[in-house]
């Protein structure tokens, strides 16, 4: 043991050191305690949480936790950033999206804080012909602009340059990316005949006259959006950017041309450390593809904070998830970073929401400092071998994808579709049990809260991957609530029966209380089954006290002309109870059972 100085600040340093083993044991003593008898790896992992794509996350890493070597900032395999100085001479790029013809948004965007914009045009946007208008008063030679066109993408291009032009843009101070994505725009649409010959005529455009201009963007949004896990995501965006090399390097260009014409685009999610691994083993992806293809292998991401997260109801919270995502996209080390405002899934974003989210990229940046430090995550045992795994997982989905024929063949052929959508069902499960909680929607809903309204956003593409949503099972609950509340004036109730002290019935209470009203059903509390105007009543109580008075409350309950009588605990046997809720039951299945009987439709 190393002997270090006396300058009072010792820690531990009169103690032996402790091996992993010995905590093994200890940890094994404390689950033994709790009914589980285990030891030493098994006792580690029973305090393992499984992830999605076989991955684990342990409860304790350390130096043995090897990982290869990171290499340094700005070079191969760029694991800890595609920049050897990585975003510390100004922070990221701010980047805000934009979906309608309000010039007003843009400016105000641009003067307090936005640094590129992100304009959808043509389907899903506004019209093509609307660019000019939208631009007008920005400065064109300092703002870097991102389109996101569709099949209207060369038109689009075509009109942006002519604005370029119109407006003096030197050639060579024009920033931003055209937005191609023909497999993207397929994988949103099903639309299998987008001509790759004007985007390869684009891209040969901006390598020869337009050194600050790329051309394509290889989008992993859908993928995500679609209910894709991490490893999918990356697997999905390794496989499109290859297409797009062998389709450009087809068309004349030289490798080297190619590569310089992507921008990659991930989503970055509130799980803070999946999103800073996943950016990171994105990177050394790509530089593995690129040092096979004889390429530089840096890779250009912009981040957007995900849409999948984002609830309807009780829309602040969506502040919260964004401020992580957004932290865990510039820990990751994004070039780019779009926060979407927290009303993006109710509709077009009002100006405090725009406000919002710009500024919560510019409190981490200027206030919080992140920008300051070279990827703060780097030599962190969990996150260096989280990358690894992930990397590992995102590799084989890659190499399934080829093996089918490519990105094309496989969307075509309906493969990745159907590993989308199984990872998905078994998301949606662990959401309708609420051992993923959505806060604000599935624990500690708020039936009392205005909704928030706002002009209707442009319809999105579809027709291909579907896009979904972690809220979207309880927002048809609630959905169903509100209708009966329009209807009836009153929300469907249900009665909870609290039996003996507050110390006893509490915790389940309150339980049952936020299980029912993540169905829009309104728990009542106080008074009797009879003036509560409910159907249906609750149990609520410790498993001593159901053992003494279950059956005989239940048959009281049911005499005042209860329908159904559930119990807030464990499955057990007391006479008269119906049906059972407690941590880890089906909760969609129970509020959609229960409204229907109801007859809440």
Excluded at 20 to 42: M, P, T
Aim: charged share 20%; with cysteine.
């Amino acid at each position: 043991m190393t002997v270090l100085p006396d300058d009072g600040l010792s820690l531990a340093a009169e103690f032996p050191d402790a091996t992993h083993e010995q905590w093994q044991r200890l940890v094994a003593g404390v689950l033994r305690k709790s009914g589980k008898e285990v030891s030493d790896d098994a006792a580690e992992d029973a305090l393992s949480t499984t992830l999605e794509d076989g991955l684990r996350a342990r409860p304790l890493y350390s130096a043995l936790d090897s990982a290869p070597d990171p290499g340094l900032p700005g070079f191969a395999p760029f694991l800890r950033g595609g920049r050897a100085e990585g975003n510390t001479l100004g922070g990221w790029d701010v980047r805000q999206r934009h979906t309608a013809a309000d010039n007003g948004a843009v400016l105000a965007d641009l003067e307090n804080g936005v640094a590129s914009l992100w304009l959808a045009v043509g389907a899903g946007g506004f019209p093509v012909s609307s660019l000019g208008p939208v631009l007008d008063g920005v400065y064109l030679d300092l703002a870097p602009l991102v389109l996101e066109a569709g099949r209207e993408v060369e038109p689009a291009a075509r009109e942006l340059l002519r604005i370029y032009e119109e407006r003096g843009i030197a050639r060579d101070a024009a920033r931003g990316n055209l937005g191609a994505d023909p497999l993207g725009h397929e994988a949103r649409t099903g639309d299998d005949g987008f001509d790759f010959a004007p985007v390869a005529a684009l891209a040969r455009l901006c390598a020869e006259e337009y050194p600050g201009l790329r051309a394509l963007t290889v989008d992993a949004l859908p993928y995500h959006e679609a209910g894709g896990s991490a490893a999918q995501e990356l697997g999905s965006s390794l496989a499109t950017g290859v297409a797009y090399l062998r389709e450009l390097t087809g068309a004349g260009l030289s490798v080297e041309q190619a590569a310089a014409q992507l921008e990659f685009r991930y989503a970055a999610t509130a799980d803070q450390f999946l999103t800073i691994a996943k950016l990171r083993a994105a990177r050394r992806l790509w530089a593995r593809v690129a040092e096979v293809c004889g390429a530089p292998g840096g890779q250009v991401q912009h981040a957007v904070t995900s849409p999948v997260m984002m609830s309807r109801r009780d829309p602040w919270v969506n502040m919260l998830r964004a401020t992580v995502a957004t932290l865990a996209a510039g820990v990751g080390g994004a070039e780019s970073v779009t926060v979407l405002p927290f009303d993006h899934a109710i509709g077009l974003p009002d100006a405090f929401a725009r406000r919002i989210a710009r500024n919560t990229s510019t409190i981490l940046v200027e206030e919080s400092h992140l920008a300051r430090v070279i990827d703060p995550a780097g030599g962190s045992w969990y996150v260096e071998r989280l990358t690894d795994e992930l990397a590992h997982a995102g590799w084989e989905f890659f190499q399934r994808i080829e093996q089918e024929g490519g990105q094309a063949a496989a969307l075509r052929s309906g493969r990745v579709g159907e590993e989308l959508a199984a990872t998905w069902a078994a998301r949606s499960a662990k959401l309708a049990k609420r051992r993923e909680p959505v806060t604000g929607v599935s624990e500690f809903p708020n039936l009392a809260e205005r909704s928030v309204a706002r002009e209707p956003a442009p319809e999105p593409p579809s027709g291909g991957l579907p896009r979904v949503r972690r809220d979207e099972a309880y927002e048809a609950l609630r959905a169903r609530s509100d209708a009966h509340l329009a209807a009836t004036g009153n929300r469907p109730r249900i009665f909870l029966a609290a039996l003996g002290p507050a110390a006893a019935h509490t915790a389940r209470l309150t339980f049952a209380a936020n299980l029912f009203q993540a169905g829009g059903i309104e728990p009542v509390t106080d008074g009797t089954f009879e003036d509560s105007g409910a159907t249906e009543a609750c149990l609520c109580s410790s498993d001593a006290l159901y053992e003494e008075q279950a059956a005989e409350v239940t048959a009281s309950l049911k005499s005042a002309g209860a329908a159904q009588v559930f119990l807030a605990g464990r499955p057990g046997q007391y006479p008269g109870v119906d049906a059972y809720v407690f941590a880890g039951c089906d909760a969609v299945a129970v509020l959609s059972a229960t409204l229907d009987r109801m007859g809440v439709s």
